[in-house]
């Protein structure tokens, strides 16, 4: 397999328009402590960057991309829901928002705890806390925020899409299938509360009008789009995820 070193860069300056897209990944969401474990492939693995995290391989690697990208969406509705435009929004916007927000708060803490369960002591194989810093974003301004939120929901569905072929025990992709219709509830409300009374709940943006089916891409897009986001400024490698 190749190896990719994938750095999430520090913050730069940016506008909206230059905003890369990015997926969620929340699909391998785990309920039992039992059901997770470490590849033994990452025994023989040098990191070539040993001062900065790497996400590893096999279920925990993905687990870990996982994690990374749970904690930016629950990091960025947390700051939604306790900026300005909060207090101007509809009662719609708030309540759609808020449900937002606490299912991307469950989603982060589950691969907390999941992760925490299975590498027990090992505790330099789970991704630590990351930081963020949304540079310019206006956490006031209604077309901003909701602007970020449809480009993190509609790609979330895809990151299932993506990651899905990298998962080994089947009940991650169980799990992973109810998850995936959760986000896709998600880009659909966010699509409807910018556009309402359109079709753009399910544009062909998103879903290809001649197979039915949603994106898919892999880690290494993913990871590259929100390294130029400039939101995460804790750097970690992704060297053993396609």
């Not at 900065?52 to 870990?64: A, I």
């Not at 960025?76 to 207090?87: D, I, L, M, T």
């Not at 544009?203 to 990871?223: C, H, M, Y």
Request: proline share 4%; net charge negative.
């Amino acid at each position: 397999m190749k190896k990719r070193v994938l750095k999430v860069h520090q913050p730069k300056q940016r506008t909206s328009s230059k905003r890369r897209q990015f997926i969620k990944l929340s699909g391998m969401a785990v309920l039992g402590s039992g059901l997770l474990m470490a590849c033994s492939d990452d025994d023989d693995f040098i990191n070539p960057t040993p001062n900065v995290f790497d996400l590893g391989s096999g279920d925990l690697g993905v687990l870990n991309y996982a994690y990374a990208l749970e904690q930016l969406e629950a990091d960025f509705y947390e700051k939604v829901v306790n900026g300005s435009y909060w207090a101007s929004a509809s009662s719609i916007e708030k309540q759609v928002l808020q449900d937002l927000y606490y299912h991307e708060v469950n989603h982060r803490d589950l691969f907390d705890t999941a992760i925490s369960a299975a590498v027990g002591s090992n505790t330099n194989l789970k991704l630590p806390t990351l930081e963020f810093d949304y540079g310019s974003l206006d956490f006031g301004s209604r077309d901003q925020v909701l602007g970020t939120a449809k480009v993190l929901e509609d790609t979330g569905v895809s990151a299932y899409n993506g990651a899905g072929r990298l998962i080994t025990d089947p009940n991650y992709l169980v799990l992973a299938g109810k998850i995936v219709s959760v986000e896709a509830r998600h880009a659909s409300a966010i699509r409807t509360l910018i556009n309402p009374g359109s079709a753009d709940f399910a544009g062909d943006d998103v879903v290809d009008p001649v197979t039915g089916l949603d994106r898919a891409q892999d880690p290494s897009e993913i990871l590259s789009a929100v390294g130029d986001t400039g939101f995460i400024t804790t750097p970690f490698t992704a060297n053993s995820l396609p």
